[in-house]
């Protein structure tokens, strides 16, 4: 990855599991836009909305379907619920296409940023899960935003983001492309 000046992105830094939060608040470069308790908000709403509750036990004041009370951990649904809250549509990636088929040149007013999940191991490896993080396209530049990264981490070209995208296909990690809704 290429060094360019990064002090005008703005990136935060992996706490807990709110990976999600970090790569959402990366993804619109603004700090708090999204909140803990945004999240969980909308975690709780997406369950009380869902036709097929399943009963209540113990351990459900715990671990939420959506998402874990305590350390985070959101799932797919609070992405899209969250993206679409602030006017913006989720694509999945078909991992057959490659990222070659992702069209990273074109208008940034359509094609706002990617998501990326891909597996985590954390803690020696005695926990495996699944991690959130942000591409985004900033005055022309390619950068991940990954919160586990102590900065934003300039990409050279768009060939270079193909080649991260591809590695992320063939490491099982899933990619969604989130677009400008056009009215």
Same mark, same amino acid.
């Given at each position: 990855?290429?060094?360019?000046?990064?002090?005008?992105?703005?990136? =935060?830094?992996?706490?807990?599991?709110?990976?999600?939060?970090?790569?959402?608040?990366?993804?619109?470069? =603004?700090?708090?836009?999204?909140?803990?308790?945004?999240?969980?908000?909308?975690?709780?709403?997406?369950?009380?909305?869902?036709?097929?509750?399943?009963?209540?036990?113990?351990?459900?004041?715990?671990?939420?379907?959506?998402?874990?009370?305590?350390?985070?951990?959101?799932?797919?649904?609070?992405?899209?619920?969250?993206?679409?809250?602030?006017?913006?549509?989720?694509?999945?990636?078909?991992?057959?296409?490659?990222?070659?088929?992702?069209?990273?040149?074109?208008?940034?007013?359509?094609?706002?940023?990617?998501?990326?999940?891909?597996?985590?191991?954390?803690?020696?490896?005695?926990?495996?899960?699944?991690?959130?993080?942000?591409?985004?396209?900033?005055?022309?530049?390619?950068?991940?935003?990954?919160?586990?990264?102590?900065?934003?981490?300039?990409?050279?070209?768009?060939? =270079?983001?193909?080649?991260?995208?591809?590695?992320?296909?063939?490491?099982?990690?899933?990619?969604?492309?989130?677009?400008?809704?056009? =009215?």
């Amino acid at each position: 990855m290429a060094a360019e000046d990064t002090t005008l992105v703005y990136h =935060e830094r992996q706490r807990l599991q709110y990976c999600l939060l970090h790569a959402l608040n990366n993804l619109f470069q =603004e700090k708090d836009l999204f909140t803990r308790a945004k999240l969980n908000a909308i975690a709780e709403k997406l369950s009380l909305d869902d036709p097929n509750k399943e009963t209540w036990t113990p351990l459900s004041a715990l671990f939420k379907p959506h998402h874990n009370v305590i350390t985070g951990n959101y799932d797919i649904n609070v992405l899209i619920a969250a993206l679409e809250g602030k006017g913006k549509s989720v694509i999945w990636h078909d991992r057959r296409n490659g990222a070659s088929s992702i069209d990273l040149d074109g208008a940034e007013d359509s094609l706002m940023g990617i998501m990326l999940n891909v597996s985590a191991r954390r803690f020696g490896g005695i926990w495996n899960g699944r991690h959130w993080f942000t591409l985004r396209r900033i005055c022309g530049v390619w950068y991940n935003l990954d919160s586990d990264l102590k900065s934003p981490q300039s990409f050279k070209d768009v060939e =270079e983001v193909k080649t991260f995208l591809d590695c992320i296909i063939d490491g099982a990690g899933e990619i969604f492309l989130v677009m400008n809704c056009k =009215e």
